[in-house]
């Protein structure tokens, strides 16, 4: 299995602030013949299913803010809110569908109000 | 409105069954691949099993060693989990979810990313 591990488990940041998490994979999820990164990121505030943010590493899902954006390729990956809002707080997970259906997800990062 | 409806969770006792049903409306529900992704309380997403539109691929997770089956009714929009010889570590909320499909350059690709969720249901495993 591709494991994802996020760092840090969890983030303390102010409003208005720049909030980043990172996500590394144990082997690469570009694939060469699309030159695409398969690598998603969720959201998850308390109470609610996931929410699908972004795919394809950096392509936002259709009515995502734009102050959420991803970055990275092969193995590290970035999910950065450029401006933190109060309604931001959650957790955030990663997810690769490379090795899909043998989907995995990263153990997640609890992002709060600083 | 697009809408997933689980249900059937409940408390079994260790080595029990369940039956978990995942209602769907509002899109062309035999064109999607589906999924169950489970959480255990206070920790992280599990992927568990995927069924293609017509069932002709299903996969499991490895770690659930055959104990569960999904399957799906298109003639009635739903998707099922029948699970079996459950255990403790099986409690989770379980979770309905579809996978997403783009459109790029007019081809349409699915990715194996979950758009859509249910509330989910509750397993709970214990004597």
């Known amino acids: 299995d591709i494991v994802m591990t996020q760092s840090p488990d969890s983030l303390a940041v102010s409003l208005g602030e720049r909030a980043t998490i990172n996500c590394k994979s144990s082997?690469?999820?570009?694939?060469?013949?699309?030159?695409?990164?398969?690598l998603a990121w969720f959201q998850q505030k308390p109470g609610q299913p996931p929410k699908l943010l972004i795919y394809?590493?950096?392509t936002r899902q259709s009515g995502v803010p734009d102050r959420f954006s991803g970055s990275g390729s092969g193995t590290d990956f970035t999910l950065t809110i450029s401006s933190l809002q109060a309604e931001d707080v959650a957790v955030y997970y990663c997810?690769?569908?490379?090795?899909?259906?043998?989907?995995?997800f990263g153990q997640g990062t609890r992002l709060e109000i600083k | 409105e697009e809408q997933v409806v689980e249900s059937g969770g409940g408390l079994v006792k260790p080595g029990g069954s369940l039956r978990l049903s995942c209602a769907t409306s509002?899109?062309?529900?035999?064109?999607?691949?589906m999924n169950w992704v489970r959480q255990a309380p206070g920790k992280g997403l599990e992927w568990v099993s995927s069924?293609?539109?017509?069932?002709?691929?299903?996969y499991y997770a490895e770690s659930l060693k055959g104990r569960f089956t999904i399957s799906r009714d298109n003639a009635k929009n739903s998707l099922y989990l029948e699970m079996t010889g459950l255990r403790a570590e099986d409690t989770a909320m379980y979770y309905c979810?579809?996978?997403?499909?783009?459109?790029?350059?007019?081809?349409?690709?699915?990715?194996?990313?979950?758009?859509?969720w249910g509330q989910g249901t509750m397993v709970a495993v214990s004597s």
């Open positions: 997810q690769q569908y490379y090795s899909s259906p043998q989907n995995t």
């Open positions: 394809w590493a950096s």
């Open positions: 979810a579809r996978e997403l499909r783009v459109t790029v350059s007019g081809v349409v690709t699915e990715i194996a990313a979950f758009d859509l």
């Open positions: 069924i293609s539109p017509s069932s002709g691929f299903i």
């Open positions: 082997q690469s999820v570009l694939y060469s013949s699309n030159n695409k990164n398969y």
């Open positions: 509002g899109f062309t529900f035999d064109t999607y691949n």
